[in-house]
Every structure is written in structure tokens, then in C-alpha cells.
């Protein structure tokens, strides 16, 4: 296959958080990118969105008018998947579940060319179980793209090889990444994969020092921030992806690796009395910082 260039084509199935992002870091890097969604409103609110985080780039200069401007435009609504019949690159990000994502992965193995690499950006599902929706000639051409959300800031990339993904896809899928600005990293197929194992192991002793009484939600983040360099602290990152997916993520840890990622109680406590965090519930901190709008 050849090396990734600009005139790549790209297709993302689902334009909610993550899919819409996905096709704008794409079309940002220049390439013609299609956005399917079964519901027309997601495309349509997606697209306003991305005109937004386009608008508020160039104004901090993160775009550049001359390289940047018309990435919107490069983002073509595609009503059916068979437009995707001449795509080298098409991503699936719609929702969390597996015979919604089965049904999609079939859909693009149907439609999408011999060539084209089809590829997955879910947090959960074992990459290999997803492959399985596929034919097995086209197995070869799967893998996970494990993006993080927003996605247009957050660099990395997790690229899962499922059992049967040659790993001459895995090298052209993280040159591809990298020619969208991104930074990929391989990890084997694996729960959680290796950020989300990282990531609620500490979530999870960051909810036990509050239980504990040991200090207050608002200086454990003053501790990340400032004694660890992290970015945002815990528990304004649990306000920010909400505490009942953290919630959701542990428990789907606990089941593969045991007591070391059992939630703790507190966190089910306070998800289950209505202090998820997200856009409409409160959450740990008084004045949560949204990640969004940084
Ligand atoms: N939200 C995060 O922080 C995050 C991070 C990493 C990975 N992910 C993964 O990304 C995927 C998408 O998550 P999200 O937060 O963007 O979800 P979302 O709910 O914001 O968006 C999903 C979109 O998929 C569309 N959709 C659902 N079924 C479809 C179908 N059959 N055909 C076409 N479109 C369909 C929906 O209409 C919706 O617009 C999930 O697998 C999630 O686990 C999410």
C-alpha cells in the first residue's frame, strides 16, 4: 500500500463527541473526508460544532488560515455508507455497544474497497470480537484506533492489532496518524487497553483519598496539577467524561482483572444520587473545567 499522502480518503461512521473530531483532525490535515450518521440531526449539529472549534482555533492561532480555513468544507455528509466505495481509510465511532458496532463493521466490510482499512475507536470492546463481524479476508485490514477526547487536542492515538491485523496495516495506519498530527502508540488487545488501565487505577485511589478523608476533591487535582504536571487533575477529568462512564469502565476492568479496579463505593454512591458530572449534572468539584473549552 502506498505511503499516506494528503489526497487520502477518509470515511467516519457516527458524528457525535468522538467521530466528529476524527473527521475534523483529517480534513485539518488536508485529506477529503466523508461523515456518516444514522441520524441526520448528529451530522448537522456536528458540523456546527466543528465550525465553532475552527473558528476559536484560528482566533488562537492553533489554525492557520492558509493551511486550515477550509477543513470544514472538506468534511462531505454522506447520507448512505456506499459512498465510502472508494475510501482508503474508514473509521467507526458510533456508540458503546456491540451489535451496533457489529452491524457498522459488517455495513464497511460490505462497501468499503479490498484496500481500504477499516478501523475501530472503541474504549471496550476486544478489537478481536469486533474483527469477527468482519469476512475473514478482510480481517487482515482491521484494527483499533483508540482516540481521546477532544480529540482535535489530545495527540495520542492507541493503534490495537486485533489476532488476525497484518502488522503492515498497523506501520501504514500509524504513518497515516502521524500525517494527521497525531502520536500512536501500539498496545496489544488487551481491556482497557493500556491508557484507560493507567488512568482508572488512579481514578479509583484519587475516589478512596476523598472516602478516607484524607483531602478534599479540589486539592487532590491542586496535587496533580502541580506535583505531578498533569494537565487537570482527576477529578475535574471525571466531571469532564462523567463519573457513571468511569463507573462503566471499572466495572469492566474489575471483571477482567479483579478487586484492583472494583469502583469504589463513594463513586457509585454519588453517581447513583444524580452527581455524575457532564454537561447537566453536578459533579465533584463547585466550578468544573471544561476540557472542551480550553
Ligand atoms: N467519549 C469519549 O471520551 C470516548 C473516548 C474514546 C473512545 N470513545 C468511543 O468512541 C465511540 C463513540 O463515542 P462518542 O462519545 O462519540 O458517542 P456519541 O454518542 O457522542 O456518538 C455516537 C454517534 O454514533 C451515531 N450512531 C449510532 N449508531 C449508528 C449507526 N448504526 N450508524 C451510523 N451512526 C450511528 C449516533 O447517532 C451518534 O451521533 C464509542 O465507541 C466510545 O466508546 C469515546
Known amino acids: 500500500m ?54 476559536r482555533g484560528l482566533a488562537r492561532g492553533l489554525y492557520t488560515e492558509e493551511r486550515h480555513a477550509t477543513a470544514i468544507e472538506r468534511i462531505r455528509p454522506a447520507a448512505d455508507l456506499a459512498a465510502f466505495a472508494d475510501r482508503d481509510l474508514a473509521t467507526e465511532a458510533v456508540f458503546e455497544a456491540l451489535d451496533v458496532k457489529r452491524e457498522v463493521l459488517a455495513a464497511l466490510g460490505e462497501v468499503c474497497p479490498e484496500t481500504c482499512v477499516i478501523a ?26 483508540h482516540y481521546f477526547s477532544p480529540v482535535s487536542r489530545m495527540r495520542l492515538v492507541e493503534i490495537v492489532p486485533g489476532f488476525d491485523t497484518d502488522p503492515e496495516i498497523v506501520g501504514w495506519t500509524a504513518a497515516m496518524l502521524e500525517s494527521a498530527g497525531k502520536q500512536p502508540i501500539v498496545v496489544k488487545d488487551v481491556a482497557g487497553f493500556a491508557v484507560n488501565r493507567m488512568l ?16 478534599t476533591p479540589e486539592d487532590l487535582d491542586t496535587a ?62 463547585r466550578a468544573p473545567e471544561r476540557i472542551s473549552e480550553r
Open 224 to 285: 496533580c496539577r502541580l506535583g505531578l504536571g498533569h494537565p487537570i487533575g482527576p477529578f475535574a477529568l471525571m466531571d469532564n467524561v462523567t463519573s457513571s462512564l468511569c463507573l462503566q469502565v471499572q466495572a469492566l476492568l474489575q471483571d477482567s482483572y479483579g478487586e484492583r479496579f472494583r469502583p469504589p463505593a463513594l463513586l457509585k454512591q454519588r453517581v447513583a444520587a444524580g452527581y455524575a458530572g457532564g454537561r447537566s449534572k453536578p459533579g465533584w468539584l
Open 120 to 145: 475501530s475507536n472503541t474504549s471496550t470492546i476486544p478489537i478481536s470480537t469486533l474483527g469477527a463481524a468482519l469476512p475473514a479476508d478482510r480481517r487482515r485490514n482491521f484494527l483499533g484506533t
Open 2 to 55: 502506498s505511503p499516506p499522502v494528503r489526497e487520502m480518503r477518509v470515511g467516519v461512521v457516527g458524528a457525535g463527541l468522538m467521530g466528529a473530531e476524527i473527521a475534523f483532525v483529517f480534513a485539518l490535515a488536508g485529506m477529503d473526508v466523508l461523515l456518516h450518521d444514522r441520524d441526520p440531526a448528529a451530522l448537522e449539529a456536528a458540523r456546527a460544532r466543528l465550525r465553532l472549534l475552527l473558528e
Open 200 to 215: 482508572h487505577a488512579m481514578l479509583i485511589e484519587a475516589v478512596k483519598l476523598v472516602e478516607e478523608g484524607v483531602a
